[in-house]
């Protein structure tokens, strides 16, 4: 662990849950990789680091440190940026509400969800991450409550701490970033001393 927390490309680091704790790293559990699905999962997931190329609008022109050969615009999401969580969805038409913003977290499964009920099709849930219907872009629809949170690991003996930002619906997290303050776009660094 401590070789992972030494490299500056590093950016958060979540660690299998049966291992035990880790000072500068979080649960797998916390960011949804710890489950009872057949197919093997990570004993580490490593967050890498992100930064502004520095344009006025840093959630598009965020780069990243990563382990692959893609370039510019080729589409890589290895990192719980802002850049890379921030969703992008669209939709027009008698259903929906006109000129409406939504600040309800929403994830890309709850565009399927909510196009199902749309189209009155009864799809059968399978498993926990199936996403909800987005009631409050609905016309007559109401904003359920969503509250933000955070959460942190202990420091690690070079001060680094993993930290998620997430906000819930119901119990379903969506999140926000996670990383190290200062070295993920929607975190920021840490005040001087």
């Known amino acids: ?20 704790t880790f000072a500068g790293t979080l649960p797998l559990s916390a960011v949804g990789l710890k489950g009872s699905a057949l197919t ?3 004993a580490i997931a490593v967050s890498f680091r992100t930064f502004s190329t520095g344009c006025a ?12 050969v893609l370039q510019q615009g080729q589409g890589m999401h290895g990192t719980f940026s802002r850049a890379d969580t921030n969703n ?20 890309y499964a ?7 009920k749309l189209l009155r099709l009864d799809i059968p849930q399978r498993g926990h991450l199936v996403g909800r ?12 409550e969503h ?18 930002r997430y906000q819930t619906v119901g119990n379903t997290r969506y ?15 840490p005040p001087l001393r």
């Open 1 to 20: 662990m401590n070789a992972l927390l030494a490299e500056d490309y590093v950016s958060g680091l979540f660690v299998d849950d049966d291992l035990g």
């Open 40 to 42: 093997p999962y990570p």
């Open 57 to 68: 609008k840093p959630l598009t022109c965020t780069a990243e440190v990563a382990d692959s």
């Open 88 to 107: 992008f969805v669209v939709a027009i038409g008698p259903d929906f509400k006109r000129g409406y913003t939504d600040s309800v977290p929403v994830s």
């Open 110 to 116: 709850d565009v399927g969800m909510t196009l199902a």
């Open 133 to 144: 219907v987005m009631t409050e872009a609905l016309a007559g629809g109401a904003e359920p």
């Open 147 to 164: 509250v933000a949170r955070a959460m942190r690991s202990k420091p690690a003996k070079n001060g680094l701490v993993t930290e998620l």
């Open 175 to 189: 999140f926000d970033a996670a990383g190290f303050a200062g070295r993920t776009i929607g975190l920021n660094p």
